[in-house]
């Protein structure tokens, strides 16, 4: 095996080493032997299978950005990583290949074994317990947000006071994207900025005890302001780590252990649904769990968040004692304590100085200038409608269907089979779009959002239709994969040369869809928010498919 592919290999071209050859087919068979079955490249942040033919093709010069955070799976496909280290020429594109996905999955293996191949054990161990920490304090801290964030529209439905924080949130987050990263990270370090920002989120269970416009609103706007602190530094953090752990195993190339570090990262952090939901379904069920409310007639698509609250106080909406508000704000500020904790007690601080590669006014000048470009003009209303389909789901569908008819109590029930879901899904699309390509899986998500949104503005729900609830969530989980996948990976593609403005501008319209959805949550009835993400979808696949079209004849017209 090995002396066949080194005679074929200088058969090749001239200047190559028996050693660069040997190298070449030793990584080859290794990786035959690995990938049999499924392939280590998920963790490259795209979920793909591979074959050895495929490797000799490469990467086509595509490579991964880590910082880009997503909620779910948030792994992208993109144009460019920055990250240091020497470039190999010397190789060919199928031995880099083999190259990366080699290291990666002896990341993966290492980090689950607690197993080395090279270099000083006790300092890639080190390594791998800061990835470890790292990954397990962001579990704690958005076990507790993101199911807090679900519950928001049923726990402070008063003149809209829950969807209202949430609306200051994404306000603040897409205004501190802009400045305070990079403030924060010079003055603090990558540790202490995520420690002051976990702190900064804190807070906002603390006033969810005592929810009011003067006690939420302050801390949302708070939490908004961290949330970009946060991602950031994690985002460096992690970098820093995966390039940390190549020089230990002799590696000069560091772009596989970053794509690897943030693999293990997503996989733990996508978790999070599952355990925050759950805490929400123990602490609220009621001790008779057949409870049914009195009167259901407006749930649905006529609910009006304000006119419809007088009723809502007398079913199962209402139900939720001050205790049991107490104990799940207690349950997650605790949460968020023992976040910080783990940061403050094990995260090894960094020494190394971190840059920032633009800074904020020329990012700022850099994304308005982007919106000129005819692509990100198009897609724009599909990534406002990702937003808007977000927010809808967890702010009106929570509200007017499963508390309305069933109980605030049972948020959290069905929300566990939508995190599932979606974190599934996410994993199986990244194979299938290597077989069938990305226009299937988002025509699919298309389809499956409308066939849903048809379902909600004709059903009445009923307790004793139990299995509407979870099949409506496990649908719309099914296309929130898509749109979380797609639509990050999509403008990796069509931006390869304008990385950083392209993903803030990403950033930018996915935070107006979330503005504009909890602006108007307790303004408007649903049918009429089904009819507004029905007309966003549509513009928006308008404008995705023009991009695809208009891609596909300039691949089919000749060079």
């Known amino acids: 095996m090995y002396t066949e592919d080194m005679v074929e290999c200088h058969g090749r071209g001239r200047g190559r080493s028996s050693f660069d050859c040997f190298q070449e087919a030793f990584l080859r068979k290794k990786l035959e032997d690995r990938s049999r079955g499924l392939c280590w490249d998920w963790f490259l942040g795209f979920f793909g299978c591979c074959s050895v033919s495929r490797l000799d093709r490469g990467f086509g010069g595509r490579r991964y950005d880590v910082f880009v955070p997503v909620l779910g799976i948030r792994g992208r496909r993109m144009s460019g990583l920055h990250v240091t280290g020497e470039e190999r020429p010397q190789h060919p594109p199928g031995a880099e290949a083999a190259r990366h996905l ?41 076990t507790a947000y993101l199911s807090m964030q679900n519950l928001q529209s049923s726990l402070n439905p008063e003149a809209g006071l829950g969807t209202a924080s949430l609306a200051t ?10 400045f305070v990263p990079t403030y924060m990270i010079r003055r603090l370090g990558l540790k202490y900025t995520m420690v002051t920002s976990v702190g900064m989120y804190m807070l ?15 801390a949302s706007l708070l939490l908004g302001m961290g949330g970009a602190p946060l991602w950031t530094s994690k985002c460096a953090y992690l970098t820093y780590l995966a390039q940390e752990y190549a020089d230990q195993v002799g590696e000069l190339d560091s772009a596989p252990f970053v794509a690897g570090f943030f693999g293990v990262f997503f996989m733990l952090f996508q978790t999070t649904q599952i355990w925050g939901n759950l805490m929400a379904f123990i602490v609220l069920r009621p001790p ?19 006119e419809d609250l007088a009723m809502l106080n007398q079913t199962n909406l209402g139900v939720v004692s001050r ?18 904790v783990m940061l403050v007690a094990f995260l090894d601080p960094v020494r190394k100085e971190v840059s920032d590669p633009n800074p904020p006014m020329q990012l700022l000048v850099e994304t308005i200038y982007h919106m000129r470009r005819g692509y990100q003009q198009l897609i724009v209303p599909l990534t406002i409608y ?11 569908f929570t509200q007017a269907y499963i508390s309305c008819a069933w109980g605030v109590q049972f948020v959290g029930f069905v929300m566990i089979s939508y995190g599932l879901t979606d974190a599934t899904c996410s994993m199986a ?13 988002v025509l699919l998500a298309a389809l499956l959002n409308v066939a849903v949104m048809i379902l909600m503005y004709t059903w009445k729900p009923r307790p004793s239709e139990v299995h509407n609830f979870f099949i409506i969530a496990m649908l719309w989980g099914v296309a929130d994969a898509s749109w979380q996948t797609q639509i990050n990976s999509f403008y990796g593609v069509i931006f390869a040369d304008a990385r950083e403005p392209a993903f803030a501008n990403y950033r930018l319209w996915e935070s107006m869809g979330f503005i504009i959805m909890f602006a108007v949550q307790s303004q408007l009835r649903v049918y009429v928010k089904l009819v507004g993400l029905t007309v966003a979808l549509v513009l928006g696949m308008v404008g995705y498919l023009s991009i695809e079209f208009h891609m596909s004849r300039e691949n089919a017209s000749p060079t």
């Not at 197993?115 to 962001?138: E, Q, W, Y």
């Not at 205790?323 to 910080?340: H, N, P």
């Not at 990702?386 to 009106?396: I, R, T």
């Open 102 to 142: 080699i290291a990666v999955a002896d990341v993966s293996r290492q980090f689950f074994q607690g197993t080395g191949v090279a270099g000083p054990s006790d300092d890639k161990d080190r390594v791998l317990r800061n990835l470890l920490i790292v990954s397990m304090s962001f579990v704690l801290l958005f």
């Open 169 to 178: 949130i994404y306000v603040a987050l897409v205004l501190s994207c802009m």
């Open 204 to 218: 906002y269970f603390v006033a969810n005890m005592e929810p009011s416009w003067y006690t939420l609103l302050p």
């Open 288 to 306: 008779n769990l057949t409870e049914v409310a009195a009167d259901i007639d407006q749930c649905g698509a006529s609910f009006h968040p304000t």
């Open 323 to 340: 205790v049991q508000t107490y104990t799940l704000s207690g349950v997650y500020t605790c949460c968020v304590l023992s976040s910080i």
């Open 386 to 396: 990702s937003g808007m389909q977000q927010a809808f789901f967890s702010g009106d």
């Open 429 to 441: 699309f990244g194979f299938l779009v290597k077989r069938v390509g990305r226009v299937p899986i």
